[in-house]
C-alpha cells in the first residue's frame, strides 16, 4: 500500500519486520462494527447451513482451488506482513489446503444424523444422534502460521455449518483479508465468512458478541484473557495456546534423522512456532555425538533477510524475551555453544544453542518463540520423561528411539507427540491437534476439531407404548417391583 496513506485512531499499520517498510493499513474495528458483522453473519448463517454438507463442500472445494490458483500472491503476502521465507510460507499454504479437504469431505460422516441404540429401559424409543452448528463463530487467529493455524479452525467451522468472523493478528490481517476475499469470490450471495481488524480491544469485542463459540489460538497469557472475557456471556471457547515441546533421543535413535529434526523444530520459522522444539533431552550414551552434529548442522542455517532459511522474529518485544532468557542461563552457568546474546541484531536472531542450562532456568521453564535450543543429557529414559513433564505446559513433543519409542510417548504428558519424525501428529488432518495444562484444550483438525463447531443434538421417538409405564404418577406397585427385580438381574452381580 501507498506510503502516503495517512494512519489515523481509527487505522493502523503493519511493517515488514526485516525492512521496517509499510506493507499494508488496516482499520481498528469498533465494538459497534463487530456486533454489527456478527448480526450479519447471523443471518448468513441460516443460509450456509440450508445448503447441506454437500452444497458446504462443494463452496468449500472451491475456495480450496481458489486459495491455490492464489498461493504465490497468498505467500508474499505472509513474508511481507510476518517475515516468514517464501519457500515456507508456501509449505504451510500446503498444509492449510490438505486439512481444508479434510474438513469438507468428512464433516458430514462425523456431523451427519445417526441412530444410536436404545437401553432396555427406551427399548420402545428410537434413538439419533446429530451434531448442530452453533450459527456464527469468531476465530482469533495468530501470526505466526496466519493461514494454516487460523484455517484449522475457520474451514472446520465453515464445514459443520456455521458462518464465521475472523479476527487476524494485528501483525498479519493482510493474510486474512486475503482469505476472506477469495472465499467471497465463490460464496458471493451472503457474508459468510468475514474479517475483522484491530488490536486486542477488537477481539475483545468479537468475545463479547452473539457468537456461539470463539476458537482461539495464541499465548496462554492471551488465551486467560480471553476466557475471562468470553466467561461474561457464558460463550464457550476453544483454546489452543503455548508450549514447551520437547525431544528426547533415546541410545538407539538414529542421531542423524534426530539433530535434524533438533534443528528444523527449533530453528524454522525463527523458532515462533508452538509445536516447536525448545528443550532437548539426550541419553548419556550418545549425547556428545548427538550435539556434535546438533551444532555442525545449526551452523549452517542463517537468520537474514531475503533468501536466507530463518526469517526476522516477527514481534518488536519478543527480541528482549529472546535476550533475557539467554542471558539468565549464562549468568547461571550455561555455555552458548553457537549464536548467544551478541549474535541478536535488530530484529534476527542467529540460531542458538545451550548447554548446562539449570532446569529452573527461564530458558527451560517459559516459551521462548525464538530459535534457540537447551540441550541436555540425562541417565535414561525415566529421567527425560520427568524432566518433559516438569511443565505447566502440555502440546506436544517428539521421541528419537527404535525399539522404545511408543513406550517413552506413552508416558509424556501431551496433547500428541511424534515417533522417530516431527510434528507428524500435526501434519496428519484425521488427527485432533491440540494440548493440556497451560497449552490450553479443546482440538482442532480431525474428527474432534468438526465437533468442537457444533453441538450434540439428541432425539428421540417412541416407537410404542412402553409395557411398563415408569415416568408418571400412575406407575403401579408392579412396575416397580419388575424393575427393582431386573436392576438386580442387570446390575446387581460382578461378571
Do not use: C
Given at each position: 500500500m501507498s506510503t502516503s496513506v495517512t494512519i489515523t485512531d481509527t487505522t493502523f499499520e503493519v511493517r515488514n519486520p526485516a525492512t521496517g517498510k509499510r506493507v499494508g493499513v488496516h482499520p481498528v474495528h469498533t465494538a459497534a462494527e463487530v456486533n454489527s458483522a456478527v448480526a450479519t453473519a447471523r443471518d448468513a448463517a441460516g443460509w450456509w447451513a440450508s445448503l447441506g454438507f454437500a452444497g458446504r463442500a462443494r463452496r468449500l472445494d472451491a475456495w480450496r482451488t481458489e486459495i491455490t490458483r492464489g498461493r504465490h500472491e497468498l505467500a508474499r503476502i505472509m513474508h511481507d506482513e510476518m517475515g516468514k521465507p517464501i519457500s515456507d510460507a508456501n509449505l504451510e499454504i500446503v498444509m492449510a489446503l490438505e486439512h481444508l479437504k479434510w474438513a469438507a469431505r468428512n464433516a458430514e460422516r462425523v456431523l451427519g444424523r445417526r441412530r444410536v441404540m436404545p437401553s432396555l429401559l427406551t427399548i420402545n424409543h428410537a434413538a439419533e444422534v446429530e451434531y448442530r452448528p452453533f450459527g456464527v463463530v469468531g476465530v482469533i487467529g495468530p501470526w505466526n502460521y496466519p493461514v494454516f493455524t487460523p484455517l484449522s479452525s475457520v474451514s472446520f467451522a465453515l464445514a459443520a455449518g456455521n458462518a464465521v468472523v475472523f479476527k487476524p493478528s494485528e501483525y498479519t490481517p493482510g493474510v486474512g483479508v486475503w482469505l476472506a476475499e477469495a472465499f467471497g469470490r465463490i460464496v458471493p450471495e451472503k457474508p459468510v465468512l468475514q474479517v475483522i481488524t484491530g488490536y486486542g480491544e477488537t477481539g475483545a469485542a468479537l468475545c463479547r458478541s452473539n457468537v456461539g463459540k470463539i476458537g482461539f489460538t495464541g499465548s496462554t497469557a492471551t488465551g486467560k484473557r480471553v476466557m475471562a472475557t468470553c466467561a461474561e456471556n457464558l460463550t464457550p471457547v476453544l483454546m489452543e495456546c503455548g508450549g514447551k515441546d520437547a525431544l528426547i533421543v533415546d541410545a538407539d535413535a538414529d542421531l542423524d534423522a534426530a539433530a535434524d529434526v533438533a534443528v528444523w523444530g527449533g530453528m524454522s520459522n525463527a523458532g515462533q512456532t508452538c509445536l516447536g522444539?525448545?528443550?532437548?533431552?539426550?541419553?548419556?550414551?550418545?549425547?556428545?555425538?548427538?550435539?556434535?552434529?546438533?551444532?555442525?548442522?545449526?551452523?549452517?542455517?542463517?537468520?537474514?533477510?531475503?533468501?536466507?532459511?530463518?526469517?526476522?522474529?516477527?514481534?518488536?518485544?519478543?527480541?528482549?524475551?529472546?535476550?533475557?532468557?539467554?542471558?539468565?542461563?549464562?549468568?547461571?552457568?550455561?555455555?552458548?555453544?553457537?549464536?548467544?546474546?551478541?549474535?541478536?541484531?535488530?530484529?534476527?536472531?542467529?540460531?542458538?544453542?545451550?548447554?548446562?542450562?539449570?532446569?529452573?532456568?527461564?530458558?527451560?521453564?517459559?516459551?521462548?518463540?525464538?530459535?534457540?535450543?537447551?540441550?541436555?543429557?540425562?541417565?535414561?529414559?525415566?529421567?527425560?520423561?520427568?524432566?518433559?513433564?516438569?511443565?505447566?505446559?502440555?502440546?506436544?513433543?517428539?521421541?528419537?528411539?527404535?525399539?522404545?519409542?511408543r513406550d517413552i510417548a506413552d508416558r509424556i504428558r501431551a496433547g500428541g507427540i511424534s515417533i522417530n519424525a516431527f510434528v507428524a501428529h500435526a501434519l496428519n488432518p484425521s488427527l485432533p491437534l491440540g494440548g493440556v495444562g497451560g497449552s490450553g484444550f479443546g482440538r482442532v483438525h480431525g474428527p474432534d476439531g468438526l465437533k468442537e463447531f457444533a453441538y450434540a443434538k439428541a432425539t428421540t421417538r417412541q416407537r410404542f407404548p412402553s409395557p411398563l409405564a415408569l415416568t408418571t404418577f400412575s406407575r403401579s406397585e408392579m412396575a416397580d417391583a419388575i424393575v427393582d427385580r431386573v436392576v438386580a438381574v442387570l446390575h446387581g452381580r460382578i461378571r
Open positions: 522444539v525448545e528443550r532437548v533431552y539426550v541419553h548419556t550414551a550418545v549425547y556428545d555425538e548427538f550435539l556434535a552434529k546438533v551444532v555442525a548442522l545449526a551452523a549452517t542455517v542463517r537468520a537474514g533477510a531475503g533468501s536466507a532459511q530463518v526469517g526476522p522474529i516477527t514481534m518488536p518485544k519478543q527480541i528482549s524475551v529472546i535476550r533475557g532468557q539467554i542471558e539468565d542461563a549464562l549468568a547461571r552457568g550455561a555455555r552458548a555453544l553457537l549464536g548467544g546474546p551478541d549474535t541478536i541484531d535488530g530484529q534476527f536472531v542467529q540460531p542458538t544453542i545451550l548447554v548446562d542450562v539449570p532446569e529452573d532456568a527461564t530458558a527451560v521453564t517459559e516459551e521462548t518463540f525464538g530459535p534457540t535450543l537447551t540441550i541436555a543429557e540425562v541417565t535414561d529414559m525415566d529421567e527425560a520423561v520427568a524432566r518433559v513433564n516438569a511443565t505447566e505446559y502440555g502440546l506436544g513433543g517428539t521421541v528419537f528411539s527404535r525399539r522404545d519409542g
